[in-house]
């Protein structure tokens, strides 16, 4: 297939078909050694298939305190940007002793110590300081009440880790059960009773509170199951009789959770709660994590979907099996590529590149399949990746910006802010079955998909092209069939955003530069617009008897997104 390269006035010429220019690629078929392959996707913008729920609105971090900071202010407010007041922060350290100075998966707030006497003092200047980040830049919080203050810990010493990528022994006194669940059952109490104070009732009702992070894993909970379910009980009752209608849940737990999850499910649903010994433990939400497996194969990085799919399979499963709760909503509380943010190696080389934004478009597609599967409640899906304060440019780890400039996979999401209304249906020739892809991933021929939505006289169709395996590929060559549009004849305006190896992409444009370790003034300012969701000019599309058409070549690890204005 030839590249469009067409100019406006002959794309205002054309009438039942429109082609979208491809642009001057590096990455272009004939660079990748093989022709373009057809695709056809037909999006059926009569037949609607539910809500386009925004799943994708939730992020976090291991280190608290690079919201206040410099490039993770400007981040955080760039996350805000997307659905104000709808997009959610998770962090981990809220509750542990120390004085805001971060480190990679560490973070304090001295929230709590004791006086000589052992009565608790609280603290809420650190705490309050992130919480505020937040609130005036659109975000709200998703407060995990954890980890273990000093002064509550069983084994408080040594109490701050000395991790680093590779070494170090990560799950020290702050990841030990409290010595007083009273006490640290009266400091969830205090803390929320403050936040309602502080940001109002309507508020603080509007956030998510859940106990802890990963406590089947040993890293991060050195007590018994059983334990943990005491402690989850203390806080959840702390945090109703400081505000009885807040919205709580978890566990939050690694992967699918297997015999903590469903041992957990059965403590909520019918168990006696160790803190008011009635019957269960009030439950508005239930959260797991689902990570991807990748590998460094060949020379190349190979990523693991099906990994992450499976998790996510498994989990729905064991909650829809409980009848209580299956209709809760689900917060899949970190969904990610891999497990680890912090660290660095040759299996991790996608991040800084379209691999990553690809990937997100495919994971989150697949998720909304597999909740529908099995018919839960998906409320989000929770990107576990942020920023890391002052890093050498393109450093490798698990971000979304780095240095104050966005990678590809940040533009995703402004992608997914750009869709809304009711999802319509959307076919490719080139999708690969669900059940294909939790078993296998995508390790034959790649993924060709679509998701589209409507609101309004506004159609949104977004189209990618993934792969596991990062090795060059050809462009698929897409027909794109639009029907039953609300608009029988006329004419609309089409915008086409662009994630490819040329379009939002500062990495690409950092290489150019020779990959400088210190960017001057002006490369800099380059980077962060290079960094920004790349638009191509609005163009005419002409509509007849309700039906359009649209041809583009769309690169390998591409994602585009085409929005119709009727």
Known sequence: MLKFALSLASLAALTAASAIPAGAQADSSAAQGGAAFPVAITVDAGKSLGDLKPIWRMFGADEPNYATMKDGSKLIAELGELRRDDVYFRAHNLLCTGDGTPALKWGSTGIYTEDKDGKPVYNWTIVDRIIDTYRARGVRPYLELGFMPEALSTNPQPYQHEWRPGSGKLDTGWSYPPK??????????????????RYGRAEVERWYFETWNEANLNAYWHGTPEEFYKLHDFAIDAVRRALPTARVGGPD????????????????????????????????????????????????????????????????????????????????????????????????????????????????????????????????????????????????????????????????????????????????????????????????????????????????????????????????????????????????????????????????????????????????????KAGQLAAEPPVPVSVKDGAAS?????????????VLEM
């Open 180 to 197: 007083d669940y009273g006490k640290f059952a009266e400091l969830v109490y205090q803390w929320v009773k403050h936040c309602v104070e």
């Open 253 to 528: 737990a690694a992967g699918s959770g297997g015999a903590f999850m469903d041992n957990f499910l059965k403590h909520v649903v019918g168990g006696t709660n160790y803190a008011t010994g009635q019957r269960g433990t009030p439950t508005d939400f239930l959260s797991f994590h689902a990570k991807g497996s990748p590998g460094f194969v060949d020379g190349h990085v190979r990523l693991g979907i099906s990994a992450q799919l499976r998790d996510i399979d498994r989990g729905f499963a064991t909650i829809a099996g409980v009848p209580e709760l299956k209709g809760k909503p689900i917060v899949i509380g970190e969904y990610d590529p891999d497990s680890c943010a912090a660290c660095q190696g040759p299996q991790l080389g996608y991040r800084n590149t379209t691999m990553y934004s690809s990937y997100t478009a495919e994971a989150f597609a697949r998720a909304r399949e597999v909740a529908a599967r099995h018919g839960v409640n998906l409320d989000a899906a929770l990107t576990w990746a942020f920023e890391f304060e002052d890093q050498p440019f393109f450093a490798g780890q698990r971000t979304v910006a780095n240095n104050g400039i966005d990678l590809p996979v940040m533009n995703v999401f402004r992608i997914f802010s750009h869709m809304s209304g009711r999802r319509v249906e959307a076919r490719s020739s080139e999708e690969i079955p669900l059940d294909d892809v939790v078993r296998n991933g995508v390790r034959g021929k790649p993924d060709v998909e679509a998701v589209a939505s409507i609101e309004g006289t506004k159609l949104s169709v977004l189209a990618w092209h993934y792969h596991d395996d990062d090795v060059a590929g050809p462009d698929a060559a897409i027909e794109l069939t639009l029907n039953h549009l609300p608009l029988a004849n006329g004419e609309g305006k089409l915008t086409q955003y662009r994630i490819d190896r040329t379009h939002s992409n500062a990495f690409t444009v950092w290489q150019g530069m020779g990959s400088p370790t210190a960017p001057n003034g002006r490369q800099y300012a380059e980077l962060v």
């Open 550 to 562: 649209v041809r583009f070549a769309l690169p390998r690890q591409g994602v585009y997104l085409f």
